[in-house]
């Protein structure tokens, strides 16, 4: 990676990239549990680049080359994620930022735009659940995977790439877009770049998730689109329908045929919608 850089943010160290002209309107990409920013393709960063957006992803603490702490024991909780992203936007000297969460990363987009509402031009939330007890639980298959509770010798850089790839497949949910090759390999590219891989895989699910928003949603004002996928094994898709319902204003683009992950079959309809959503009014 020629563009990578260490800046501070929120007093940590955070690991950047950045695509495109930052005279254009800026997009932060929030990834979710135990992903760098390398799950935000780089053809994907491209193309949206492309569209005169100023693109900005990065490893959050404990992925990448970001701060890292010991493998069962995160110093932060996900409100500290959330100050990782509006520093961010303060290193940048950005006023405020269009906001695009994942998964994980959804539910710091959504904290951000609830305590930080003047920073956030806009959301798009894709593969995020509002959280309720109420709400479709995962797939039978995906929680036989979770439950199985293997994991390698953090140590076997084989056995690491295969159980990511592993994971990955039960977080797809079986859709025909999962290229296997591709996913092998930016995997090994990812585990290549990370301080230390056992802590990116384990230390974001037992951090502090705080307390639930989902009885604040009616406060955001930003303009938000969510993307669900029609198949997600994890959120299934009466979450992003809910979470649609639940934000004033808020679009719902569900995408065939798509899991939890926003593979690259999919842009075709997920870019241009981002584009029309971010274009300045």
């Not at 020629?2 to 940590?12: C, E, L």
């Not at 329908?241 to 639940?246: E, G, I, N």
Request: proline share 6%; glycine share 8%.
């Amino acid at each position: 990676m020629s563009n990578d850089r260490i800046v501070q943010a929120n007093g940590v160290d955070i690991c950047v990239e950045t695509f495109g002209d930052r005279r254009h309107s800026a997009i932060l990409l929030i990834h979710g549990a135990t992903a760098s920013m390398m799950a935000w393709e780089d053809d994907f960063c491209e193309r949206l680049a492309s569209g005169s957006r100023f693109i900005i992803r990065y490893d959050h603490r404990d992925t990448g080359r970001s701060v890292s702490y010991e493998p069962g024991a995160p110093a932060y909780s996900l409100n500290d994620l959330m100050e990782d992203a509006i520093g961010l936007l303060d290193a940048f000297e950005l006023h405020r930022a269009h906001l695009i969460g994942r998964s994980m990363g959804g539910g710091i987009a959504l904290l951000a735009a609830l305590n930080h509402p003047d920073r956030v031009a806009s959301l798009t939330l894709m593969a995020t659940s509002p959280g309720g007890s109420d709400l479709s639980p995962p797939s039978d298959a995906f929680l036989a995977h979770i439950q199985g509770g293997h994991q390698p010798d953090w140590s076997d850089r084989d056995a690491v790439i295969d159980h990511i790839l592993t994971l990955l497949r039960a977080f797809d949910g079986g859709t025909p877009h999962f290229d296997a090759a591709a996913i092998h390999d930016a995997v090994a590219r990812d585990i290549d770049r990370t301080v230390n891989i056992a802590s990116s895989q384990i230390n974001h699910f037992l951090i502090d998730p705080g307390e639930p928003v989902r009885q604040r949603l009616a406060e955001i004002t930003a303009p938000t689109l969510v993307i669900q996928g029609e198949k997600d094994p994890v959120f299934p898709i009466d979450h992003g329908q809910t979470l649609a319902s639940a934000i004033p204003g808020a679009e719902l683009l569900v995408l065939p045929e798509s899991g939890h992950l926003v593979l690259a079959p999919s842009w075709d309809l997920v870019v241009p919608a981002i584009l029309r959503h971010t274009a300045e009014v």
